[in-house]
Structures are given as structure tokens and as C-alpha cells.
């Protein structure tokens, strides 16, 4: 067990390795909004990868391996709730993990934990009058991205709507493409780029016609997907996670 | 072939209007690889635009027809009776054949897609077959059977519009549904006013006029119709069609001898399955609550009947279905067909059929064509997908979809069909992302190595490791200037 | 060549996968083929066919043969078939067509030579059911024959009342299939394609001018 664990803490936070290299700013940025809810958190010190690039491309044994380490991180012997800003990490963990590691030592574990992870929006849409309370306040358009996994794998749709209808002067729009794959699909974004590129173009076609200022999703890979697209577009939309707006809303 | 013979109504099409079929060991699939496939398509912005409205739109009509029914009931009782009868399938069979030959019909059995090919050619020659209408099928398309037909001195008549224009220009099908999705009318106005030796109007009425004159004196002329076949009945020995354009009927009806080649998989086990399978067929293909025709036969012409054939065959295709039993990859046996899976995947939206480079597009041909072709010709299809499950949601019949394509990456890994440098890759991966203090180091130096990279929060060099990235996207990693 | 207890043999031999069991018929889930609570049969074949661009006549039985010689004559159909399943109105109509100076025919004398069949304006036909969810009729290769209904450009067909079913499931459950022959057919409105550029053409190898008259009870 490791021996930093948040005794105070309501909640843990894992940021994921996405978050840990280019998305820093998000699990930051949800650290605020749980600062102004009041819900203490922490930050397991070693967690690593959830091991979903090896688990979608078929590798399941460095999966296992890189898993395993986060795995043993977040296994802090309590039962607090491990919030997750990733609906894509999520569903790995929470669905992907007990087959990963069936017939292992780890499977335990891994079921322990499955039941513990929440998506980020999903804790916080259980907040919303809490929120409402703190007067969160942006005048912006905003659209938002359902990300596959979190969409068709854990079936959360609302939720996020929720949290974002919380901000006064927020104009939320139903993109029609809403639901559309954005096109970063992991490895996919490498093995296709043309594909995967063309498959934003079409998502951001549609946030353009909609004349929304900022884009939102629950994914830091579709995030990073969109953003990247669209600046090297110079499309004037921004694309952030609902961490970061919301941060910004409560500020 | 008599004077007489061609003086029946129609207007025959000019020698040589068919481009020259083509051969089993030609497809794209062996040849390319899913990316240059897929730029070609891409480089054809039309074919793009007209393969997202017409997926949209076919997406769009299949969501509005089950508004207010118990549609996730209904894709739940047939997930069940195609999981029954392929758990059964052997049995079914049995039961299929006795009852279809009870009726007259004269089954054959075709393992392979060669054998497939032997067996319709030689009934061609026995029954001294020179001409064939056919009605679209896509087990023709998998055994290449114009080609085994072709060669023993056949003249193929491809009757359903799309088919016809594919067969016309030598194209391949892109949808298997809508077969020239990626073709555009004025395309088509070329072809035809070629064929005609005059401009014909640029308008759909008009061309497709063209054909029906074309493909009416082939139904009134022709040796034979050979069909595919959307279900086998087996309780009764049915064949059934659905078509909307009539040409289905026709093919099965006017011709002295029928021949059907049907995937064994096709199998259901009574005739009311069809009041669950049917809806779901055609509501999920076209957004239809039916099709215009659907025709249930069993054997020929009997007596006292005014029309219809005086033979039926029936080719029963195995082609790599068997091999699919009580595996991991049995649910995509339960398909039917339908094209839904198409329509809503973000990758095909992109591009299209051809990208697949055999003869199934989208999700399902991203299954099928490695089980049926091999790991190592196919092996690829299964990593062109995001695993975004948009397809398993609009599956009329459940089929795991998303679950299948992983399992089919997993299977490149433990049979050795990853490229090296992936399989390096990973495993140096593993070894650093397994172990906290080097991860950290390790996104540290990420960390840096953008940072210094980046001009104003934006990583946009072509650096050798971003170049699949950065190629078309830039890497935010800061806040981006407003 | 593979005979039919090798391919079978072959199939046998394999493992077998997950068996869910066939599903209770008396519970199956509601389709959009199936008669809603409420609704009356001919009401709804008659919706279901005009949304299919079927032109609906309802009618009682004396007037069967004058609504056929009228939609004759404005089709302008020289070539002029009746096939056997119009039995119960076949005079009538064969009365009403001559008034009409129209020459009529069997299909059963028609249909041996295709170039004939293939030559025909016009097919007016029975059935043996009509399904109301669906706005289609079901023809039979015992009376209508395989191509009956959908030979000549314009394809009239006669049902009855007492023919009509519900829904998929009622016609599947019910006998009328049983003295169909050789085959038995759905049709439900007029031959269509959108195969070029999705834009909707009737009458592509059949019949684009179809139409349905429903003979009410007497």
C-alpha cells in the first residue's frame, strides 16, 4: 500500500497518463471545482496508465504490466470514490479491468477498484445544486462532444449536460454530430492519420455552423484530437474539459 | 441463338457493354493497404460527400422507423433466434435440405468459394447456359462468380440498377445495400449515353429507363436467374428474396432455371421468424417498414402454376462460415446483411467501401474479411476503426461488433501478425509505464521535450516522433492563445 | 465435389457455440409491422399502401369491375391480363372491361410465352391476404403466378375484406400461406429505386403505377 494516502481526503483523483504529459491543466482544473465544492481530494503519487493503448490494440500483456502499477497505486485499502476526468479511462477500468486481469493475482483488486471509479462529470452532476450555491457564471456557447466510450460503454449522456447547465450565462447547443466519433481512436490517430484528421474536420464543420465559442467534452483524447485540428485550422473554437470550464465559470 | 430470340421487347445492349468480370485473386486486399485504399476514395470529395449524406440520411430513416416501438425488444428476440439457429446450424440445415428437395429443389454443396465457381459453371454447361440475369448477391461477389461464368462462354446481366452500373464500368460494389453510394449521376449519364451511342437526358428518370429497357429484353432472353438469398427457411425449405426494384422476382421467376447461392448462414428456423427478422431487415437496410418485393420460394414451377421455373438449384456456400462455429467470432455468423453498421460508422463515413478491399465495407467487413480471408491478407481491417461501438448499438441483431474487432487485434498479437516495431514498441512501453519512478521521469521528459518544442503553448514541428500527429493537427499542450 | 454428408459432416464437427433457445412466440415485442390497438384493418392497409404509393380504391363488390375498367382506360393498357385468383370477380371484371371496349386476357394463356408476359400494359390480379401494418398483398405462384404482379407497368389487385390480416406475425401464424405453391410474394406498392444519387424513381423492373382495391364486407 502506499503510504501516501490522503487521510482526509473524500475523494481520489487520477489523472491519467494523457493528463500527466499534454492535459496537466485538467486534473488541476477538476482539483478547483472539487476545491470550491469543498470535497477534499487527493492524488495517488504512482499512478501510471490505465493500459487501454495496449488493451485496444490487442496487447494484453503490457496492458497488465502498465495497469498493474496504477492498479496497486489506487488500491489504497479504503473505499473512497476514484474520480477519473476521462470518460475513456473510465470505462476501461470500471468494465475492462476484471477481464484484464481475470486469472491473475490482481483480479480482486481490479474488481475493487472497478466498483470504485466514477467519471468525473458523473461525481459531479450529483453536486449540481451544490454548484448552483457557488453561482458558476461564463457567457459563452457552448457545444458538447460525447466521447464514444463514455457515451456508449458507461451510458452517460446527461450528466454532463447537467453540470454545465449549472453556469448562468451558458448557452449549451445539441450539436448535431454530438454523438459522431471524433476520430482520435487511440493508436488510430497514428495508423491513420488522413482518416482520423478528416474525421475532425467533419465534427468541426458542424461546431463552426453551430457558431459555438467553446467546444466540451469529458475526454482528454478527443480533446486533444479536436484542439489540435483546429488549431492547426485556426478554427476560432475553443476545446477544453468540462474541468476546466467549469473551473474557469467558478473563478 | 435464334433471330427470333431477340425479338421479344426491350432493347438489347450493345456487344460488349459489360467491362470484363473480375478474378477471384483480384482484389485490392492482397495488393494495398487499407490507408492508399482509403486516400483514393478521399481524394474524391464528391464520393465523400455523397457517402456521409447517403449513410446519414439511411441512418437517419432507420431511427424514425421504430419510433414508439419496443425496438430494443425486438433487436433481443432476434439476437435470439440467430443465436439459436446457428448454435443449430447443423441441424437446420438437415431439416433445409430435406424439405427443399421434397419440393424439387436440386441442392449442391459448395465448401470453398472454387468449389462455388466449379458448381455454377457446370450446371451453365449442362444446361447449355449462354446467357444469365442476376440479381444482386454478394456470395457472388465473395466466390468472384462472373468470372467461373465468364469462362465457360456465359453473358452476364447484373439487373439491379447499382449492380448493373458497377458491372458497366467494372467497378466493385461500395455498399451492401447501396452499391453506387459513391458514384454520382453524372457519372452514370456518361456511361449510359456511352452505351446508348447517343446523350441521353442527365436525369435519373431517364437513365434508369435506359437500363429497365436494356435489362427487360435480358429477363425476357435469359438461360437462367441467379439470385443470392436473404434467408433459408427451414421448416418449409424456402428461399427468401427481398428487392425493391422488382428485379429479384423477375430473375427467380422468368428464366426456364433459377440458381440461388446462399451463405449456410442465412438459415432461420421457421417462417414466423420472419415476422421479427424481416422488420429489422428492412427497416435497418433502407429504413423501409418493408421492401417493395419480398419472395419466398420453395422448388420450381408445379403443376398448374402459369409461370416460374422449371428448375431450381440451390448452392449451399461454407466459404469460412463453418470454421466460425462455437469460436469466439460465432456472433458474426448472426448478420444479416443489412448494411445498418455501415451507415453509422465515422470511418466508412469517411471512405466508403472500397477502402475495405474485398467485398463487405464498415465494421462488419472489418470482421468478416479477416475471418474469411486470413489474418494475414486481412489482419489490418480490424485496427481501421476507432472501436467508437456505434455499430453495436444499431446492430438489429446484437452482434458484438466492437468486442469482435478487439478480439481480432488480439488474435494479430498472439498469432505474430503485429510488425516488429509495434511489438517493440509496447513492450519498451510496458517496461518504463510499469514502474512509477520511470513513468515519471518519462513524462517529464515528455514534458520538457514539448515544452521546448512548443511556441506559444502550440507543438506543431514535424519532429520524426510527432510526424503521424503533427502532419495534419498541432499538439496543444498550453493554453492557446484567444 | 462435396456431397451433402461431408458438408454436413464438416459443420457438425465443429464446436458448439451458445444456445439462448428460440423465443416464446406469445411474448413477442411489438414491431412496427404489427396492427396497433385500436386500429381497424382495412384503415390501415389502405395508409400503409398510400405511404408506399399505392393508389387505394375502396369499394364495395359491385363496383369492382367498373373502378378496374376505369383505371384501365386511363392507363391507357391495351395488353390486358387477368390471372385465376380473381375468381370471385373475374366475370364482373371481364363484363366491365369489354363494356369498355378492352380486350382482356389469361394470364395462364400469356405467361407460357415470356415474350408475351413481357408485352403486357396491364395485370389485375387477386391475392391471398393483403397485411394491413405493412400496406402490402401477398400473391401466390397457385394464382397470381411468380411475375403476375409485377410483369406490365400497371398492376391492379382486387382483396377482400376478410383477407386482410394485422401484421407480420398474423400472416406467419394464420393458413393463408398454406395452398400458395411454388411461392408466395409480398408486394407493397410500386418498383422503386434510389440507387442514383438517392433519387426516388417508381416503375424501375415493375410496375410503377399500382393499385389496390379493397372490396368491403357486403
Same mark, same amino acid.
Request: hydrophobic residues 40%; glycine residues 8%; proline residues 5%.
Given at each position: 500500500?502506499?503510504?501516501?494516502?490522503?487521510?482526509?481526503?473524500?475523494?481520489?483523483?487520477?489523472?491519467?497518463?494523457?493528463?500527466?504529459?499534454?492535459?496537466?491543466?485538467?486534473?488541476?482544473?477538476?482539483?478547483?471545482?472539487?476545491?470550491?465544492?469543498?470535497?477534499?481530494?487527493?492524488?495517488?503519487?504512482?499512478?501510471?496508465?490505465?493500459?487501454?493503448?495496449?488493451?485496444?490494440?490487442?496487447?494484453?500483456?503490457?496492458?497488465?504490466? @502498465? !495497469?498493474?502499477?496504477? +492498479?496497486?497505486? *489506487? #488500491?489504497?485499502?479504503?473505499?473512497?470514490?476514484?474520480?477519473?476526468?476521462?470518460? $475513456?479511462?473510465?470505462?476501461?477500468?470500471?468494465?475492462?479491468?476484471?477481464?484484464?486481469?481475470?486469472?491473475?493475482?490482481?483480479?480482486?483488486?481490479?474488481?475493487?477498484?472497478?466498483?470504485?471509479?466514477?467519471?468525473?462529470?458523473?461525481?459531479?452532476?450529483?453536486?449540481?445544486?451544490?454548484?448552483?450555491?457557488?453561482?458558476?457564471?461564463?457567457?459563452?456557447?457552448?457545444?458538447?462532444?460525447?466521447?464514444?466510450?463514455?457515451?456508449?460503454?458507461?451510458?452517460?449522456?446527461?450528466?454532463?449536460?447537467?453540470?454545465?447547465?449549472? @453556469? !448562468?450565462?451558458?448557452? +449549451?447547443?445539441? *450539436? #448535431?454530430?454530438?454523438?459522431?466519433?471524433?476520430?482520435?481512436?487511440?493508436?488510430? $490517430?497514428?495508423?491513420?492519420?488522413?482518416?482520423?484528421?478528416?474525421?475532425?474536420?467533419?465534427?468541426?464543420?458542424?461546431?463552426?455552423?453551430?457558431?459555438?465559442?467553446?467546444?466540451?467534452?469529458?475526454?482528454?483524447?478527443?480533446?486533444?484530437?479536436?484542439?489540435?485540428?483546429?488549431?492547426?485550422?485556426?478554427?476560432?473554437?475553443?476545446?477544453?474539459?468540462?474541468?476546466?470550464?467549469?473551473?474557469?465559470?467558478?473563478? | 441463338?435464334?433471330?427470333?430470340?431477340?425479338?421479344?421487347?426491350?432493347?438489347?445492349?450493345?456487344?460488349?457493354?459489360?467491362?470484363?468480370?473480375?478474378?477471384?485473386?483480384?482484389?485490392?486486399?492482397?495488393?494495398?493497404?487499407?490507408?492508399?485504399?482509403?486516400?483514393?476514395?478521399?481524394?474524391?470529395?464528391?464520393?465523400?460527400?455523397?457517402?456521409?449524406?447517403?449513410?446519414?440520411?439511411?441512418?437517419?430513416?432507420?431511427?424514425?422507423?421504430?419510433?414508439?416501438?419496443?425496438?430494443?425488444?425486438?433487436?433481443?428476440?432476434?439476437?435470439?433466434?440467430?443465436?439459436?439457429?446457428?448454435?443449430?446450424?447443423?441441424?437446420?440445415?438437415?431439416?433445409?435440405?430435406?424439405?427443399?428437395?421434397?419440393?424439387?429443389?436440386?441442392?449442391?454443396?459448395?465448401?470453398?468459394?472454387?468449389?462455388?465457381?466449379?458448381?455454377?459453371?457446370?450446371?451453365?454447361?449442362?444446361?447449355?447456359?449462354?446467357?444469365?440475369?442476376?440479381?444482386?448477391?454478394?456470395?457472388?461477389?465473395?466466390?468472384?462468380?462472373?468470372?467461373?461464368?465468364?469462362?465457360?462462354?456465359?453473358?452476364?446481366?447484373?439487373?439491379?440498377?447499382?449492380?448493373?452500373?458497377?458491372?458497366?464500368?467494372?467497378?466493385?460494389?461500395?455498399?451492401?445495400?447501396?452499391?453506387?453510394?459513391?458514384?454520382?449521376?453524372?457519372?452514370?449519364?456518361?456511361?449510359?449515353?456511352?452505351?446508348?451511342?447517343?446523350?441521353?437526358?442527365?436525369?435519373?428518370?431517364?437513365?434508369?429507363?435506359?437500363?429497365?429497357?436494356?435489362?427487360?429484353?435480358?429477363?425476357?432472353?435469359?438461360?437462367?436467374?441467379?439470385?443470392?438469398?436473404?434467408?433459408?427457411?427451414?421448416?418449409?425449405?424456402?428461399?427468401?428474396?427481398?428487392?425493391?426494384?422488382?428485379?429479384?422476382?423477375?430473375?427467380?421467376?422468368?428464366?426456364?432455371?433459377?440458381?440461388?447461392?446462399?451463405?449456410?448462414?442465412?438459415?432461420?428456423?421457421?417462417?414466423?421468424?420472419?415476422?421479427?427478422?424481416?422488420?429489422?431487415?428492412?427497416?435497418?437496410?433502407?429504413?423501409?417498414?418493408?421492401?417493395?418485393?419480398?419472395?419466398?420460394?420453395?422448388?420450381?414451377?408445379?403443376?398448374?402454376?402459369?409461370?416460374?421455373?422449371?428448375?431450381?438449384?440451390?448452392?449451399?456456400?461454407?466459404?469460412?462460415?463453418?470454421?466460425?462455429?462455437?469460436?469466439?467470432?460465432?456472433?458474426?455468423?448472426?448478420?444479416?446483411?443489412?448494411?445498418?453498421?455501415?451507415?453509422?460508422?465515422?470511418?466508412?463515413?469517411?471512405?466508403?467501401?472500397?477502402?475495405?478491399?474485398?467485398?463487405?465495407?464498415?465494421?462488419?467487413?472489418?470482421?468478416?474479411?479477416?475471418?474469411?480471408?486470413?489474418?494475414?491478407?486481412?489482419?489490418?481491417?480490424?485496427?481501421?476503426?476507432?472501436?467508437?461501438?456505434?455499430?453495436?448499438?444499431?446492430?438489429?441483431?446484437?452482434?458484438?461488433?466492437?468486442?469482435?474487432?478487439?478480439?481480432?487485434?488480439?488474435?494479430?498479437?498472439?498469432?505474430?501478425?503485429?510488425?516488429?516495431?509495434?511489438?517493440?514498441?509496447?513492450?519498451?512501453?510496458?517496461?518504463?509505464?510499469?514502474?512509477?519512478?520511470?513513468?515519471?521521469?518519462?513524462?517529464?521528459?515528455?514534458?520538457?521535450?514539448?515544452?521546448?518544442?512548443?511556441?506559444?503553448?502550440?507543438?506543431?514541428?514535424?519532429?520524426?516522433?510527432?510526424?503521424?500527429?503533427?502532419?495534419?493537427?498541432?499538439?496543444?499542450?498550453?493554453?492557446?492563445?484567444? | 465435389?462435396?456431397?451433402?454428408?461431408?458438408?454436413?459432416?464438416?459443420?457438425?464437427?465443429?464446436?458448439?457455440?451458445?444456445?439462448?433457445?428460440?423465443?416464446?412466440?406469445?411474448?413477442?415485442?411489438?414491431?412496427?409491422?404489427?396492427?396497433?390497438?385500436?386500429?381497424?384493418?382495412?384503415?390501415?392497409?389502405?395508409?400503409?399502401?398510400?405511404?408506399?404509393?399505392?393508389?387505394?380504391?375502396?369499394?364495395?363488390?359491385?363496383?369492382?369491375?367498373?373502378?378496374?375498367?376505369?383505371?384501365?382506360?386511363?392507363?391507357?393498357?391495351?395488353?390486358?391480363?387477368?390471372?385465376?385468383?380473381?375468381?370471385?370477380?373475374?366475370?364482373?371484371?371481364?363484363?366491365?372491361?369489354?363494356?369498355?371496349?378492352?380486350?382482356?386476357?389469361?394470364?395462364?394463356?400469356?405467361?407460357?410465352?415470356?415474350?408475351?408476359?413481357?408485352?403486357?400494359?396491364?395485370?389485375?390480379?387477386?391475392?391471398?391476404?393483403?397485411?394491413?401494418?405493412?400496406?402490402?398483398?401477398?400473391?401466390?405462384?397457385?394464382?397470381?403466378?411468380?411475375?403476375?404482379?409485377?410483369?406490365?407497368?400497371?398492376?391492379?389487385?382486387?382483396?377482400?375484406?376478410?383477407?386482410?390480416?394485422?401484421?407480420?406475425?398474423?400472416?406467419?401464424?394464420?393458413?393463408?400461406?398454406?395452398?400458395?405453391?411454388?411461392?408466395?410474394?409480398?408486394?407493397?406498392?410500386?418498383?422503386?429505386?434510389?440507387?442514383?444519387?438517392?433519387?426516388?424513381?417508381?416503375?424501375?423492373?415493375?410496375?410503377?403505377?399500382?393499385?389496390?382495391?379493397?372490396?368491403?364486407?357486403?
Amino acid at each position: 500500500m502506499p503510504d501516501d494516502v490522503g487521510m482526509t481526503a473524500a475523494v481520489q483523483l487520477f489523472p491519467t497518463c494523457i493528463g500527466d504529459v499534454v492535459a496537466q491543466q485538467t486534473a488541476t482544473d477538476a482539483e478547483r471545482v472539487l476545491d470550491a465544492l469543498g470535497i477534499d481530494h487527493h492524488r495517488p503519487s504512482a499512478t501510471t496508465c490505465c493500459g487501454q493503448p495496449a488493451y485496444n490494440s490487442g496487447h494484453d500483456g503490457p496492458a497488465r504490466a @502498465v !495497469a498493474k502499477a496504477t +492498479l496497486k497505486a *489506487l #488500491d489504497d485499502g479504503s473505499d473512497l470514490p476514484i474520480l477519473v476526468p476521462s470518460g $475513456s479511462c473510465t470505462s476501461m477500468v470500471r468494465l475492462h479491468w476484471r477481464e484484464l486481469f481475470h486469472g491473475t493475482p490482481e483480479a480482486e483488486a481490479a474488481t475493487r477498484i472497478a466498483r470504485r471509479v466514477r467519471e468525473l462529470s458523473s461525481y459531479l452532476a450529483e453536486h449540481t445544486d451544490a454548484l448552483r450555491e457557488l453561482k458558476p457564471s461564463l457567457a459563452v456557447r457552448v457545444g458538447y462532444h460525447d466521447s464514444c466510450h463514455m457515451l456508449r460503454e458507461l451510458r452517460i449522456k446527461e450528466a454532463p449536460r447537467e453540470v454545465l447547465q449549472t @453556469v !448562468a450565462g451558458l448557452e +449549451l447547443v445539441e *450539436l #448535431d454530430s454530438s454523438e459522431r466519433c471524433c476520430g482520435f481512436g487511440g493508436t488510430f $490517430s497514428g495508423r491513420y492519420p488522413d482518416v482520423s484528421v478528416a474525421m475532425a474536420d467533419t465534427k468541426i464543420d458542424d461546431m463552426v455552423a453551430a457558431k459555438i465559442d467553446v467546444l466540451v467534452s469529458s475526454d482528454p483524447g478527443c480533446l486533444m484530437q479536436l484542439a489540435g485540428r483546429m488549431s492547426r485550422q485556426g478554427t476560432p473554437v475553443r476545446a477544453v474539459h468540462l474541468a476546466t470550464l467549469m473551473a474557469e465559470a467558478l473563478a | 441463338m435464334s433471330a427470333t430470340r431477340e425479338d421479344v421487347g426491350g432493347t438489347p445492349l450493345p456487344p460488349g457493354w459489360a467491362k470484363p468480370a473480375h478474378q477471384p485473386d483480384a482484389f485490392e486486399l492482397t495488393t494495398t493497404t487499407f490507408a492508399e485504399r482509403a486516400a483514393k476514395t478521399m481524394a474524391r470529395p464528391f464520393a465523400r460527400g455523397a457517402i456521409a449524406n447517403a449513410t446519414d440520411h439511411a441512418a437517419a430513416l432507420t431511427t424514425a422507423r421504430f419510433v414508439g416501438t419496443d425496438h430494443e425488444a425486438l433487436r433481443e428476440e432476434a439476437r435470439k433466434i440467430r443465436a439459436h439457429a446457428i448454435a443449430n446450424l447443423p441441424d437446420y440445415l438437415d431439416q433445409w435440405i430435406d424439405q427443399a428437395e421434397r419440393k424439387g429443389t436440386i441442392v449442391h454443396y459448395a465448401a470453398d468459394e472454387s468449389e462455388a465457381r466449379r458448381i455454377v459453371a457446370q450446371i451453365c454447361t449442362d444446361q447449355q447456359i449462354t446467357r444469365v440475369v442476376k440479381s444482386k448477391s454478394m456470395a457472388s461477389e465473395e466466390v468472384s462468380l462472373n468470372s467461373a461464368l465468364e469462362a465457360v462462354g456465359v453473358d452476364i446481366y447484373e439487373t439491379d440498377l447499382g449492380e448493373f452500373v458497377v458491372q458497366a464500368m467494372g467497378d466493385r460494389p461500395g455498399h451492401v445495400i447501396a452499391p453506387i453510394l459513391h458514384r454520382t449521376k453524372d457519372e452514370v449519364h456518361e456511361l449510359f449515353s456511352a452505351m446508348a451511342g447517343h446523350e441521353l437526358p442527365n436525369e435519373a428518370e431517364a437513365l434508369t429507363a435506359f437500363a429497365r429497357e436494356g435489362l427487360r429484353h435480358a429477363f425476357l432472353t435469359a438461360d437462367a436467374g441467379i439470385s443470392g438469398g436473404n434467408f433459408l427457411i427451414a421448416e418449409t425449405g424456402d428461399v427468401l428474396l427481398v428487392t425493391n426494384e422488382g428485379n429479384g422476382r423477375l430473375t427467380t421467376s422468368l428464366p426456364p432455371i433459377h440458381i440461388a447461392l446462399v451463405g449456410i448462414e442465412k438459415v432461420l428456423p421457421r417462417r414466423r421468424d420472419l415476422a421479427v427478422l424481416l422488420p429489422l431487415l428492412t427497416g435497418h437496410g433502407t429504413g423501409q417498414q418493408i421492401t417493395t418485393y419480398v419472395s419466398v420460394s420453395a422448388g420450381p414451377r408445379r403443376q398448374g402454376e402459369p409461370d416460374g421455373p422449371e428448375q431450381m438449384h440451390v448452392v449451399l456456400l461454407d466459404a469460412g462460415r463453418s470454421a466460425l462455429l462455437g469460436g469466439e467470432f460465432e456472433e458474426a455468423l448472426h448478420c444479416i446483411r443489412c448494411g445498418a453498421c455501415q451507415n453509422v460508422c465515422p470511418v466508412y463515413r469517411q471512405v466508403g467501401g472500397h477502402a475495405y478491399g474485398w467485398v463487405y465495407g464498415g465494421p462488419i467487413g472489418a470482421v468478416l474479411t479477416p475471418l474469411f480471408r486470413g489474418q494475414e491478407e486481412a489482419g489490418e481491417l480490424a485496427q481501421a476503426t476507432t472501436l467508437c461501438g456505434a455499430c453495436d448499438d444499431v446492430c438489429p441483431v446484437k452482434i458484438p461488433l466492437h468486442d469482435l474487432l478487439l478480439n481480432l487485434r488480439r488474435r494479430s498479437d498472439a498469432e505474430g501478425h503485429v510488425p516488429r516495431h509495434e511489438q517493440v514498441a509496447f513492450a519498451l512501453w510496458a517496461q518504463v509505464w510499469s514502474r512509477p519512478l520511470l513513468y515519471r521521469a518519462s513524462t517529464a521528459v515528455a514534458r520538457g521535450s514539448l515544452r521546448a518544442l512548443a511556441r506559444n503553448g502550440v507543438v506543431s514541428a514535424k519532429s520524426p516522433l510527432l510526424r503521424r500527429w503533427t502532419a495534419g493537427r498541432d499538439l496543444v499542450v498550453g493554453k492557446r492563445p484567444r | 465435389m462435396t456431397d451433402r454428408a461431408s458438408f454436413l459432416a464438416a459443420i457438425r464437427s465443429t464446436p458448439r457455440g451458445l444456445d439462448p433457445g428460440l423465443p416464446d412466440r406469445r411474448e413477442a415485442p411489438d414491431a412496427p409491422t404489427q396492427l396497433r390497438a385500436g386500429e381497424e384493418r382495412p384503415d390501415r392497409l389502405q395508409a400503409e399502401a398510400e405511404a408506399a404509393s399505392t393508389i387505394v380504391h375502396r369499394v364495395t363488390a359491385v363496383d369492382v369491375g367498373a373502378t378496374v375498367a376505369s383505371v384501365l382506360v386511363q392507363a391507357d393498357a391495351q395488353r390486358i391480363a387477368l390471372t385465376t385468383d380473381l375468381a370471385p370477380f373475374a366475370d364482373d371484371v371481364q363484363a366491365a372491361l369489354v363494356a369498355a371496349g378492352l380486350t382482356v386476357t389469361d394470364y395462364v394463356e400469356v405467361a407460357p410465352d415470356r415474350a408475351r408476359a413481357g408485352a403486357l400494359d396491364a395485370t389485375v390480379t387477386g391475392c391471398i391476404a393483403a397485411v394491413a401494418a405493412t400496406g402490402s398483398v401477398v400473391t401466390s405462384a397457385a394464382g397470381a403466378g411468380r411475375a403476375g404482379a409485377l410483369i406490365a407497368p400497371t398492376h391492379i389487385c382486387v382483396v377482400r375484406d376478410e383477407q386482410i390480416v394485422g401484421g407480420l406475425h398474423e400472416l406467419f401464424d394464420g393458413d393463408a400461406l398454406a395452398e400458395a405453391g411454388s411461392l408466395f410474394a409480398l408486394q407493397s406498392g410500386p418498383s422503386r429505386s434510389a440507387d442514383i444519387e438517392k433519387v426516388l424513381i417508381l416503375g424501375v423492373h415493375g410496375p410503377g403505377n399500382v393499385h389496390l382495391i379493397i372490396v368491403a364486407p357486403d
